[in-house]
């Protein structure tokens, strides 16, 4: 059996993950899927899922820890099937997956059916299937219910989570743009080392993408022009050079960052963490220190 896009070729998903907050080369992550429409939501499901940042909370209450994504797997689900399954598939534009570092954007081909409009999609509303045969599949395998509830279960479930409300936009092709935590209080450590031109933000919970990005981890990542070292127990960086906003955030993000201090002395505004004296650690005070 062949695959759809040798009739359609435009009728793949094009995911890409930037570590900025726009469109740059060089694309870290790129993929182009192929197949069914439950391949193409599959696949581009678990490449934005590997990207985020993941929690995983302690079995207090179950055998099994639970885990929780910074954007919920249903969220990520509903705008890829909604683009899917309601795409224009006679345009030459394929669908495009890209989270950037604040933000997860789902673009599709086409418009929205009358009578929607964009403050409809916020309000109850009825079901139009711009593929109503499509549409029709896909609900048989439980993956729409044809309700027209799955933009108000997006926005009900990013406010839940303490993150904004989903954007949509329609103006030559349909988007939808789901805030990332970074926007909701999560720690964004930035230094002066960091790209001027892509706005380079790295995170605690980024997941490695090639190997100089999975250097990060164990201390061997050379960030900028000079010779920053970003993992455990590893980490060098000025704290003059991290911006305020870095002191402002709540987390334990850059605890544990070595500072070489002239005389040892405590930077303002940070206290020395409890570890053995074999090196000079500092925190910011209002974290818990390690």
């Not at 964004?188 to 605690?204: I, Q, Y």
Request: aromatic fraction near 6%; charged fraction near 25%; charge should be positive.
């Amino acid at each position: 059996m062949g695959l759809p896009q040798r009739f359609l070729i435009s009728s793949e998903v094009k995911c890409a993950h930037f570590h900025g907050t726009r469109v740059a080369k060089p694309i870290p992550s790129h993929q182009v899927y192929k197949g069914t429409v439950f391949e193409l939501v599959d696949h581009a499901v678990d490449f934005v899922l590997s990207k985020i940042a993941l929690s995983v909370g302690t079995r207090a209450e179950s055998v099994q820890a639970p885990v929780a994504y910074e954007i919920s797997k249903e969220v990520v689900t509903e705008a890829i099937v909604n683009a899917v399954a309601h795409r224009d598939y006679t345009s030459d534009a394929s669908v495009q997956v890209m989270l950037f570092a604040d933000r997860l954007e789902v673009w599709n081909p086409g418009a929205l059916p009358p009578p929607l409009t964009l403050d409809k999609l916020r309000v109850p509303h009825e079901s139009v299937p711009g593929n109503p045969l499509l549409a029709r599949a896909m609900y048989l395998v439980k993956y729409i219910e044809q309700m027209g509830t799955g933009t108000l279960d997006m926005i009900e479930r990013c406010v839940g989570a303490g993150l904004r409300e989903p954007d949509f936009e329609a103006a030559g092709r349909f988007v939808t743009r789901i805030r990332r935590a970074a926007l909701a209080g999560q720690p964004v450590v930035f230094t002066d080392r960091d790209d001027v031109r892509s706005k380079t933000k790295w995170k605690a919970d980024s997941q490695p993408e090639s190997r100089r990005e999975s250097q990060l981890g164990v201390g061997a990542a050379r960030v900028g022009v000079g010779a920053a070292r970003v993992g455990v127990g590893a980490a060098r960086v000025d704290p003059a050079r991290v911006t305020a906003r870095a002191a402002e955030d709540e987390g334990a993000w850059a605890i544990g960052w070595r500072a070489p201090v002239e005389g040892g002395a405590c930077p303002a505004g940070w206290v020395r963490s409890r570890r053995p004296a074999s090196s000079t650690r500092w925190s910011v005070g209002s974290w818990p220190t390690v």
